[in-house]
């Protein structure tokens, strides 16, 4: 289950602490504070340290550490164990069965432990969603990678949704860790730290620290391919071509998104990449869905010959296609000048040869890493990219792998710029573009040796530094910080603003609340749960009017005009006119911050205006529970009352390759 504790290790001698990490320290202990370090200077122990001081000032309470990707979860949890004075039970919380839990699990859980590790979006479930915790139960809340606290993350539903909304004399102390405080373009620099000091309720400190570790970057030039639209046609008809056999389950945009990341594939690692690409990624998921047909005595749509396998089957069709010769001409140069930079390193590294390769698209990750290892050695090249699109037991191995030594080169997505630590980590590879300074100072961060170089395939290394060094500029202004008391006055303004009758919803028994940001999730939950099913919420839960503006060149309106839900008297509707008169002349930006809406279409937000009448419905006619979750009731009737939504026949394949 998880959340249990591991068994106790035995604690090494702590690491003694730096002049700057003690200064840092007292901050937390005195007030809300984001901690803004370079990578690699000890923000971790500050948090470890600050751990100590609230459990041992309020031993009743616990703590709560926050990060933003369950590979981070282990991590930290052991650094907790390791170094905290007396951590007690650190429970580890990450993963999809975390959505299962309920109340009884989660008291259970807080009962057990001192400090719970877990990814902002499962306490986001527990603190907002199911309302089974409560912040008032903490003493410290510790946000790793605080930069991420902007928009509708779920850091923010923690801290505006349930920190916020808690009585100010019962908060728990707020401490946020980054390098790198803003997460997207430097414009606004200013403002953008007050709008994180504001969703934090924190002031940032930067203190000044002497460079003990100069990086070094690099640009790596390589030969243009000037032709790249004659091959690409080829490339991307071939892809169609090879999947065409399978036409009739695949969804009808599968083909066309497959030629276009497999013309991505060929431009980055090559023809053998490309190759790797169509067999092992979706020829491996073609062939086991054709497996899975067979099995129920399904017919199976083969290419000609039978079923002897897809990828046979995409071989003999590669080599008929080679022997035409179309693709003699095609030099991935990018890749070549890739494999001679490694191989410099390896000769010049020795045993210190240890790297990570960023990539752009989870679709380049295997090809790549099979290559390198093909070329340099078996097993020393693995991939790594985030939760949605690799298992999270294959990210573990391959992490676990590369920090003992078992594996030298990591091909990884962004989803490893933040957090992962490996202290033999000599060089870091970009390989495609990135397009914030946060990626470079956390990319560039991951190389943690005292000799590390950063190499730069697309960005300018002269320009990233530069633009680094006006955001550590702007952080380390405290002359630009929001006042203590500008920051209970904004807090007290945003709990008034935002507290009324109308929302958020509150279940008169107490649990969660429903809300414009997660009214969504419970609805659509609900109706799976209740339904049994998986479904398009488009065509099942929506009525959409749609009105030719003009034909050409073609513009449409589109109007929703009621809302659907099943319930044990069969299938409801809830119209456009009382949802209208639900609301009054209140609006979406009345009860919500303007910026965690910032990134939502206007289609997005209207529906969500909709879908929160009918989550409230749902709630006030009892088929939700207090948290938020179907009842027995609920579930029991709608399966008697309501008939099964209607699927499209069609296969989406993943991204990933396991």
């Not at 003493?139 to 009585?167: K, M, Q, W, Y």
């Not at 039978?306 to 069709?317: M, W």
């Not at 209208?580 to 939502?600: H, M, P, Q, S």
Request: aromatic share 8%; net charge positive.
């Amino acid at each position: 289950m998880p959340g249990r504790a591991a068994a106790p290790l035995p604690t090494p001698e702590r690491l003694a602490p730096r002049p700057y990490q003690q200064q840092a320290v007292a901050r937390c202990v005195d007030r809300n504070t984001i901690v803004n370090l370079r990578t690699g200077l000890g923000k971790t122990l500050i948090a470890v340290m600050t751990i100590d001081h609230f459990l041992e000032k309020a031993p009743h309470k616990k703590v709560m550490f926050l990060v933003p990707t369950g590979a981070l979860v282990p991590q930290q949890a052991e650094y907790c164990r390791a170094q905290c004075r007396a951590p007690g039970p650190v429970a580890e919380l990450q993963g999809p069965s975390m959505d299962t839990w309920r109340r009884d699990e989660w008291r259970e859980c807080v009962a057990a432990h001192r400090i719970l590790v877990g990814t902002h979006e499962v306490f986001r479930r527990a603190l907002v969603d199911a309302g089974v915790i409560a912040a008032d139960e903490f003493s410290l809340l510790i946000f790793d990678e605080c930069h991420n606290a902007t928009g509708n993350h779920p850091s923010v539903g923690v801290l505006r949704d349930a920190v916020a909304r808690t009585p100010a004399t019962r908060r728990p102390r707020v401490v946020g860790l980054t390098a790198s405080f803003c997460n997207a373009s430097l414009k606004n620099l200013e403002q953008r730290r007050r709008v994180l000091e504001e969703v934090m309720m924190s002031q940032i400190f930067s203190p000044d620290v002497p460079e003990s570790q100069l990086q070094l970057y690099n640009n790596i030039n390589y030969m243009q391919m000037d032709d790249a639209e004659a091959y690409e046609d080829y490339v991307k008809e071939f892809t169609r071509r090879t999947l065409e056999p399978y036409a009739d389950f695949l969804r009808d945009d599968e083909i066309e998104k497959h030629a276009r990341q497999a013309w991505n594939v060929c431009v980055n690692t090559g023809l053998p990449g490309f190759l790797f690409f169509l067999g092992e990624g979706l020829g491996r998921q073609i062939e086991e869905h054709c497996k899975r047909m067979r099995e129920m005595k399904m017919p199976v749509f083969l290419p000609a010959g039978g079923f002897r396998g897809f990828r046979t089957f995409c071989k003999e069709r590669t080599r008929a296609f080679e022997a035409e010769g179309r693709l003699a001409g095609f030099t991935c140069h990018k890749y070549v000048r890739l494999t001679e930079l490694l191989a410099q390193l390896q000769s010049d590294l020795g045993n210190a040869f240890c790297g990570i390769i960023f990539v752009e698209r989870v679709a380049v990750t295997f090809p790549l890493a099979h290559l390198l290892s093909v070329k340099f050695g078996p097993g020393i090249a693995r991939p790594v990219s985030g939760g949605a699109s690799m298992a999270t037991q294959v990210q573990k191995d391959a992490l676990e792998a590369f920090a003992a030594g078992r594996c030298q080169l990591l091909v990884a997505t962004n989803a490893l710029e933040e957090g992962i630590d490996v202290a033999a980590c000599s060089f870091v590879v970009r390989y495609d573009s990135f397009h914030t300074t946060k990626s470079h100072i956390q990319g560039s961060g991951r190389a943690r040796s005292e000799t590390a170089t950063i190499y730069y395939f697309e960005n300018d290394s002269a320009h990233e530094v530069k633009q680094a060094a006006r955001l550590r500029a702007v952080a380390a202004n405290e002359a630009l910080a929001l006042s203590r008391e500008e920051l209970a006055a904004r807090a007290t303004a945003h709990a008034a603003r935002y507290a009324s009758a109308l929302h958020p919803f509150r279940h008169p028994d107490g649990g969660g609340v429903i809300d414009i940001m997660n009214c969504l999730t419970v609805f659509y939950e609900y109706c799976q749960t209740t339904m049994g099913q998986s479904f398009q919420p488009e065509k099942e839960l929506f009525d959409v009017r749609r009105e030719c503006i003009r034909q050409y060149p073609p513009e449409w309106r589109e109007t929703l005009v009621s809302v659907k839900y099943p319930s044990p008297d069969g299938m409801q509707r809830i119209t456009l006119q009382e949802i209208n008169t639900f609301w009054g002349v209140k609006g979406v930006k009345d009860v919500i911050d303007a910026e965690r809406l910032r990134k939502l279409s206007k289609k997005d937000v209207e529906r969500r205006r909709c879908v929160y009448v009918a989550a409230v419905r749902l709630a006030r006619e009892g088929l939700l529970g207090p948290d938020n979750v179907a009842t027995p009731a609920a579930c029991a009737g709608v399966r008697a009352a309501c008939p099964a939504f209607h699927m499209p026949d069609g296969v989406a394949l993943r991204k990933g390759y396991s």
